[in-house]
Every structure is written in structure tokens, then in C-alpha cells.
């Protein structure tokens, strides 16, 4: 078991910048890759921004640019830097952990996730 925590969200202006910040404990070790997703009212949780094992980063073409992926291993903490914020930002924004395994012959993942941090952009 993989338990996380999310920490860093708040009220920002547009164009402002928030770093969320999530804490993991547990089987870290099983995890082969971390990410932030986000979901706003009335919207299907869509994916922000992800990073492997060997740090390999990969971003929605809405954040590109603007948000920034980031771990610290020696803390099991990963990061998500938030600049020029919009207001369609606003979301809830939770942390995720990907344990990729084989059950038997058919690759599965097992994923956790935080409970999610509120981030609003509003002036």
C-alpha cells in the first residue's frame, strides 16, 4: 500500500503561480510512476502532468509550458510548479502513484491516489 498526501493548493490570481507538493509513504518503492490529475466541477478527471522512474515527464498540451513536474526521491515527495495560471486551472488536483506489474501474462497497474488538494483561479 501506497499512501499519499497532497498539500499546496489555495486562491491565486490569474497569471499567479501555486506549487502543490505531495507526500508518500508505504511501498514507494513498488511505484513506477507518479502524476497529477485535476478535476473540475462537472468534468471528468483528465490528466496534468506525469513522471517515471527514470524522470521521464510528459504534460496535457493545456499546462505545457506553464506547469512543471518534479520529484525528490530522497523526500518520496513530488512536485507540481503551477506559473501563469488560468482560470480554467481551477480544479480539484489530486497526486497519483502507479505500481505497473504482470499478473500472470497481462500487464496491470494498480493505481493511489491522494485526497486531493482545491486550487482556484479567480481574481
Known amino acids: 500500500q501506497v499512501q499519499l498526501v497532497e498539500s499546496g493548493g489555495g486562491l491565486v490570481q490569474p497569471g499567479g503561480s501555486l506549487r502543490l507538493s505531495c507526500a508518500a509513504s508505504g511501498r514507494v518503492f513498488d511505484i513506477d510512476s507518479w502524476g497529477w490529475y485535476r478535476q473540475a466541477p462537472g468534468n471528468q478527471r483528465e490528466l496534468v502532468a506525469t513522471i517515471s522512474s527514470g524522470g521521464i515527464t510528459s504534460y496535457a498540451v493545456s499546462v505545457k509550458g506553464r506547469f512543471t513536474i518534479s520529484r525528490d526521491n530522497a523526500k518520496n515527495q513530488v512536485h507540481l510548479q503551477m506559473n501563469s495560471l488560468k482560470s480554467e486551472d481551477t480544479a480539484v488536483y489530486y497526486c497519483?502513484?502507479?505500481?505497473?506489474?504482470?499478473?500472470?501474462?497481462?500487464?496491470?497497474?494498480?493505481?493511489?491516489w491522494g485526497q486531493g488538494t482545491q486550487v482556484t483561479v479567480s481574481s
Open positions: 497519483n502513484a502507479r505500481d505497473s506489474f504482470m499478473a500472470g501474462i497481462i500487464p496491470s497497474v494498480r493505481d493511489y
